[in-house]
C-alpha cells in the first residue's frame, strides 16, 4: 500500500519561475530548433519509448510543444501537465490535429502536482529533468502519482559515464542552465533511485550515456521513510 503523502503545494522559488520563463520565451522557435535532432535521432527514439507504455491512465510531465502527441498509442488516456503556457498552446494546437489521440492538456509543476496517489498507470518524461528545478522532487511526485507496480519511462540527457568528461560537464553546466535553463551534467539514473522508483532497464542512446532510455518501476508497499 502506498502511504506517500500528497503534496498540493506549489514550488514556486525563483528557478521554478526561471524555467518557465525560459520555455515561453523558446515556445514559438523550439520545434524548429530541435528539428534536426527530431528528426535524425528524437523521433526514433520516442516510438521506441512508447511501446512500452501501458495505460490505460498515462501522466506526460513537461509535454512541451507535444510533440509525443503522434505517438501516444489509441488505447490510453493521456494526462499532459507543463510548467509554461506557451509550450502548452503550441501543445494544444497540435493535439487538434490529432483528433484520435486522448489528451488533457493542463498547466502545472511536475514538483506539485495535483492528482492523488495511484492515479496513472504509467509515467512518461522526454528532456525534461534536465530543466525542473529540483528533479529528485518532481521524481518523487512522479511516484505518488504513480500506481504500485507503475512504471516511469524516460528519455534523458545527462552527465556522461566518464568522470573525465563529466567533471568537464559539472565545470560548464551553471554557464548552460544560465544561458538556456537546461541543465547538462544531471545524474538523473542516481537521481531515479533517490525518488524510490526501482531501475529496470537503462539503455545508452548516445556515447557514454549521454542521452538514455530509463524505465523504473514504483514499488509495491511502499513506506514514507
Ligand atoms: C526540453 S523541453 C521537452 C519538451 C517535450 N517533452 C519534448 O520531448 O519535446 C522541457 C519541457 O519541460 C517543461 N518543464 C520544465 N520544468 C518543469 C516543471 N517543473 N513542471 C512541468 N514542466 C516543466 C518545460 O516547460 C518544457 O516544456
Known amino acids: 500500500m502506498s502511504t506517500l503523502v500528497q503534496n498540493h503545494v506549489p514550488v ?11 520555455y515561453d520565451r523558446v515556445a514559438r522557435y523550439y520545434d524548429l530548433l530541435e528539428l534536426p535532432m527530431e528528426w535524425l535521432a528524437f523521433r526514433r527514439w520516442r516510438r521506441r519509448l512508447w511501446r512500452n507504455v501501458r495505460g490505460p491512465r498515462v501522466l506526460e510531465l ?8 503522434p505517438f501516444y498509442p489509441p488505447d490510453v488516456t493521456v494526462t499532459a501537465i507543463d510548467l509554461s503556457p506557451r509550450m502548452l498552446a503550441r501543445a494544444r494546437r497540435r493535439a487538434a490535429r490529432f483528433p484520435d489521440r486522448d489528451v488533457e492538456l493542463l498547466e502545472m509543476d511536475a514538483q506539485a502536482l495535483s492528482f492523488p496517489n495511484d492515479t496513472f498507470d504509467d509515467v512518461v518524461a522526454t528532456f525534461v529533468f534536465c530543466s525542473v ?13 504513480t500506481r504500485p507496480s507503475g512504471r516511469l519511462h524516460l528519455l534523458e540527457h545527462m552527465r556522461v559515464r ?17 544561458l538556456t535553463g537546461v541543465h547538462i551534467a544531471r ?13 529496470e532497464q537503462e ?7 549521454l542521452v538514455r532510455h530509463l524505465i523504473a518501476r514504483k514499488p509495491t508497499n511502499l513506506q514514507e521513510p
Open 12 to 22: 514556486e522559488p525563483e528557478a521554478t519561475s526561471f524555467a518557465r520563463r525560459a
Open 62 to 69: 513537461g509535454v512541451g510543444t507535444g510533440k509525443n502527441i
Open 133 to 145: 528545478p529540483d528533479p529528485v522532487k518532481g521524481l518523487r511526485e512522479a511516484l505518488r502519482v
Open 162 to 178: 566518464s568522470e573525465r568528461i563529466g567533471r568537464w560537464m559539472d565545470r560548464l553546466d551553471p554557464l548552460f542552465y544560465r
Open 187 to 199: 545524474r538523473t539514473t542516481e537521481n531515479i533511485q533517490k525518488a524510490g522508483w526501482v531501475l
Open 203 to 209: 539503455v545508452d542512446l548516445a556515447p557514454g550515456g
